[in-house]
């Protein structure tokens, strides 16, 4: 099955500073990679996501990156503000047969510094 | 309007009794899934139903049986609960099983066995 490993754990950045999360999965056939955002006791709010046969996308201040060669891709927050702060997941998903699941990666806890 | 919710919001339970939640969305969906996250965060899909039938059962015990009466409703039924359930348990759903369907989840249900 997929593995999604998902760096750092925790990350801390200044008020303003940009902030980047790093995830590599493991298997080739994954075509969908989705972000999620979840506050303190809140519910996982997709942010983005994007599919295998685009490079990057962005929405405002929110990127994703995508190198299906290196099986990796990454979220860039720019210019971030103390509402950032939340815990990020990465997950990937697999078009294979009898496949429908998202592996989620272990999370990064980002706080922004005012 | 809340598109997918879950009741109760809290249940805090005695090891060795049978407990219920339960799921609903008005998204009109096909799919819907059910998420375990742990005290590390780390979210792990437990099941998935497609049009009221199961197409994902992770490696879970018996003692959790999923019930999806209609495609609006993915119920969870636990038995003899155990002091590793307690975790927060997240309902989602997807329009249907296609790779790269975003998955919307509910505010999730804090289980807390004594």
């Known amino acids: 099955g997929e593995n999604v490993e998902q760096h750092p754990s925790t990350l801390s950045v200044q008020e303003g500073d940009s902030a980047v999360i790093k995830c590599t999965y493991s298997?080739?056939?994954?075509?969908?990679f989705p972000w999620y955002k979840q506050e303190l006791g809140k519910r996982p709010q997709l942010i983005i996501d994007?599919?295998?046969?685009?490079g990057e996308k962005k929405d405002q201040r929110i990127a994703v990156t995508l190198n299906k060669t290196a099986k990796h891709f990454s979220l860039h927050i720019t210019e971030t503000q103390p509402e950032d702060s939340a815990v990020y997941f990465c997950?990937?998903?697999?078009?294979?047969?009898?496949?429908?699941?998202?592996?989620f990666g272990k999370g990064t806890k980002l706080s922004v510094i005012p | 309007d809340t598109a997918v919710s879950q009741t109760p919001k809290y249940l805090v339970t005695q090891m060795g009794n049978d407990k219920s939640i339960k799921c609903e969305q008005n998204?009109?969906?096909?799919?819907m899934y059910w998420y375990k996250q742990d005290s590390k965060k780390f979210l792990k899909i437990m099941f998935s139903?497609?049009?009221?039938?199961?197409?994902i059962n992770e490696t879970v015990p018996n003692r959790f049986s999923p019930k999806s009466p209609d495609k609006a409703h993915l119920n969870l039924h636990i038995n003899s609960l155990e002091l590793g359930d307690s975790a927060v348990y997240f309902c989602?759903?997807?329009?249907?099983?296609?790779?790269?369907?975003?998955?919307?989840f509910g505010d999730g249900t804090r289980l807390s066995i004594l």
């Open positions: 139903y497609n049009n009221k039938e199961l197409i």
């Open positions: 998204l009109g969906h096909d799919t």
């Open positions: 989602a759903s997807s329009q249907d099983v296609g790779a790269s369907q975003p998955q919307h």
């Open positions: 997950a990937a998903r697999y078009s294979g047969a009898g496949s429908y699941q998202l592996t």
């Open positions: 994007i599919r295998s046969n685009v």
């Open positions: 298997d080739s056939a994954s075509n969908y």
